[in-house]
């Protein structure tokens, strides 16, 4: 009913930036919060970013200064601007968006399918 389609990820040396997108499409009435986890192997997923929908975010202290969220809300839309990237930012990350279904109201809790990020040293 909800389908989510992630772009951005890659490949990219210590210092470098990415960006990373994720569009959400399909019978959506509305989006509450929008976000971004990763998952390094071996560890567990962790939330990097998250936006509400007025606008009000929150970052893991690992990635403030560095990481930026943002939405477009017209399009359905998260971005995580991502500046000064370490290794230790790789890993592979997900969006989710949760939010209101068209017709039933009811609420939905998808993920994207993944994208890889690989920060070389």
């Known amino acids: 009913q909800v389908q989510l389609v992630e772009s951005g990820g890659g490949l990219v040396q210590a210092g470098g930036s990415l960006r990373l997108s994720c569009a959400a499409s399909?019978?959506?009435?509305?989006?509450?919060?929008m976000g971004w986890y990763r998952q390094a192997p071996g560890k567990q997923r962790e939330l990097v970013a998250s936006?509400?929908?007025?606008?009000?975010?929150n970052y893991v202290e690992s990635v403030k200064g560095r990481f930026t969220i943002s939405r477009d809300n017209a399009k359905n839309t998260v971005y995580l601007q991502m500046n000064s990237l370490k290794p230790e930012d790789t890993a592979v990350y997900y969006c989710?968006?949760?939010?209101?279904?068209?017709?039933?109201?009811?609420?939905?809790?998808?993920w994207g399918q993944g994208t890889q990020v690989t920060v070389s040293s």
């Open positions: 399909g019978s959506i009435f509305s989006i509450n919060v």
């Open positions: 989710n968006v949760q939010g209101l279904l068209h017709w039933t109201r009811r609420t939905f809790d998808y």
């Open positions: 936006i509400t929908s007025d606008g009000s975010s």
